[in-house]
């Protein structure tokens, strides 16, 4: 079997533990409006590579990988190709890799819950979490990937939750309590908030169905703001303490 990918990293630090070999495939049938990897949409844009050669690419820094880092699947959407990724994950599942895969979450059948049952840690990428928002930012209905967060607390999968942060569409306090609450569970290990950069603009495809979302890069205000309202409500999820609450609610 083969696997249609967009690009590949050997040593990611951003997408899972430690150092990582990271595999994005090609293909994803949304349209989210400030979509980083636009050029990653079209699956006959990418390049088919044998399961061999991917393994054989991963082997070659298989030390680096296995002292505390692994692999990372993304994307595009990464559970298009399940069934593929599922033959070679069992393959490097054996050979002791840690693996993970980035995913937005909204394509559950029987390939994908057969591809999550092996392996180690889902990113799941939520937009919003206010429906409307939500359908309008992804084009999908917000319920699709609550219930595939549903499903990984089924399967008792570690996940951790991500949410790109862009000014003025899920910049508030509010908006991260919201997310905390949302997505709790004890399979959840950790919630990243990544500020929205431009560099991806240059690949947004002309004539596109759906507009792109003109936005500023997030602050590094912006950010820490966030990221101390984020870990106040971790901790009063995990504790119930009163502690004081951050500025600007
Ligand atoms: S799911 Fe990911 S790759 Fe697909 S359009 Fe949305 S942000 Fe882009």
């Known amino acids: 079997m083969s696997l249609i990918i967009h690009q590949l990293e050997s040593f990611g630090t951003l997408d899972g533990p430690g150092l990582r070999g990271?595999?994005?495939?090609?293909?994803?049938?949304?349209?989210?409006?400030?979509?980083?990897?636009?050029?990653?949409w079209q699956i006959s844009g990418g390049e088919t590579w044998p399961e061999n050669e991917i393994y054989n690419w991963?082997?070659?820094?298989?030390n680096y990988y296995l002292k505390n880092g692994g692999i990372t699947?993304?994307?595009?959407?990464?559970?298009?190709?399940?069934?593929?990724?599922?033959?070679?994950?069992?393959?490097?599942?054996k050979e002791g890799f840690h693996i993970a895969i980035d995913t937005a979450g909204v394509i559950m059948d029987?390939?994908?819950?057969?591809?999550?049952?092996?392996?180690?840690?889902?990113?799941?990428?939520i937009k919003h979490v206010d429906p409307d928002t939500f359908l309008w930012l992804t084009g999908e209905n917000m319920?699709?990937?609550?219930?595939?967060?549903?499903?990984l607390n089924e399967l008792k999968m570690e996940y951790w939750i991500r949410q790109v942060i862009v000014e003025g569409v899920n910049d508030t306090t509010l908006e991260i309590e919201k997310l905390e609450k949302l997505t709790y569970s004890k399979y959840r290990s950790k919630i990243e908030l990544i500020p929205h950069h431009n560099m991806g603009?240059?690949?947004?495809?002309?004539?596109?169905?759906?507009?792109r979302l003109e936005a500023v890069e997030t602050s590094e205000e912006i950010m820490e703001r966030l990221n101390q309202a984020l870990l106040f409500f971790s901790k009063?999820?995990?504790?119930?303490?009163?502690?004081?609450?951050?500025?600007?609610?």
């Open 110 to 125: 029987q390939d994908v819950e057969n591809l999550l049952k092996i392996v180690d840690l889902v990113i799941l990428d």
């Open 143 to 151: 319920e699709i990937t609550l219930n595939f967060i549903e499903i």
């Open 58 to 62: 991963i082997m070659r820094n298989r």
């Open 73 to 93: 699947f993304s994307g595009g959407e990464p559970l298009l190709q399940a069934s593929a990724l599922e033959r070679l994950c069992r393959r490097l599942k």
């Open 22 to 40: 990271v595999i994005f495939l090609s293909g994803c049938h949304k349209r989210c409006r400030y979509c980083h990897n636009a050029d990653s």
């Open 201 to 211: 603009r240059h690949k947004w495809p002309s004539g596109c169905r759906v507009k």
């Open 236 to 249: 009063k999820d995990k504790t119930n303490e009163t502690i004081s609450r951050p500025m600007e609610i």
